[in-house]
Nanobody, 116 residues
Framework: QVQLVESGGGLAQAGGSLRLSCAAS????????MGWFRQAPGKAREFVAS??????YYANSVKGRFTISRDSAKNTVYLEMKSLKPEDTAVYYC???????????WGQGTQVTVSS
């Protein structure tokens, strides 16, 4: 049984920063692929970032601004978001995938709103 609990969403001004957290249970994040996705109103869910044993991977729209990391001791994955833009406004979802598999567990989502 896998559960993902997100926190850290909120309101930020353009150019500001937020740090999202995803606490996992039932699956070890160091042995899994962990990812962040987002969905804006009226748009499809899109990939933001993921972390594997090879490191972090990012969508072009966030590359250089967002950083994904994990803390094995806390079994938690983070998304540091800097230089935020209004177009970053979306519901952000944490997701987990077993090695060699697709994302099979998702968090409830946390709202990120960036004002201009």
């Amino acid at each position: 049984q896998v559960q993902l609990v997100e926190s850290g969403g909120g309101l930020a001004q353009a150019g500001g920063s937020l740090r999202l957290s995803c606490a996992a249970s039932g699956r070890t994040v160091s042995n899994s692929v962990m990812g962040w996705f987002r969905q804006a109103p009226g748009k499809a869910r899109e990939f933001v970032a993921s972390i594997t044993s090879s490191g972090g991977y990012y969508a072009n729209s966030v590359k250089g601004r967002f950083t994904i990391s994990r803390d094995s001791a806390k079994n938690t994955v983070y998304l540091e978001m800097k230089s935020l833009k209004p177009e970053d406004t979306a519901v952000y979802y944490c997701a987990s995938a077993a090695r060699g598999g697709s994302y099979d567990y998702w968090g409830q989502g946390t709202q990120v709103t960036v004002s201009s």
